[in-house]
């Protein structure tokens, strides 16, 4: 993966979009193709890591793993591995992390809506 310049006018004004807009800040924690489905998984409880890719077949191991790593470096998730033969992690929600239930809702409603209205 190619190092972020640090100094650059994209990054700095990446920067500052995420300090002024919280719809960016948002997207910005939350956007992408499965960081949403990994936390509305995440809204029923505790799951391990072989209960999340059952419950998303279609992501990749290397794309779980990483997206579940971005979501706890934003303090979305906690990471508990269990000291057990075998060894196996749970994931669950963190208090930020459950406050986004009522956007994810907000999200379905309205796809169940809009599709409604192009069928």
């Known amino acids: ?30 956007g992408g193709r499965w960081k949403p489905i990994i936390i509305y998984n995440l809204l ?9 890719k059952r419950l998303i077949p279609a992501i990749t191991e290397k794309m779980l793993i990483q997206q ?3 979501l706890e470096a934003d303090g979305l998730i906690l990471r508990k591995a269990l000291p057990v033969v ?12 459950r406050a986004l239930q009522k956007v994810l809702e907000a999200m379905v409603n309205w796809a169940n809506s809009e599709r409604e209205s192009v069928v």
């Open 1 to 30: 993966m190619t190092k972020v310049k640090e100094a650059s006018t994209n990054q700095l004004n990446k920067n500052r979009a995420l300090n002024v807009c919280p719809v960016t800040y948002t997207l910005g924690k939350i």
């Open 44 to 52: 029923g409880g505790t799951r391990r890591y072989s209960e999340l």
């Open 68 to 70: 579940l790593k971005q």
């Open 86 to 97: 075998p060894p196996f992690v749970e994931y669950s929600l963190t208090g930020s992390g």
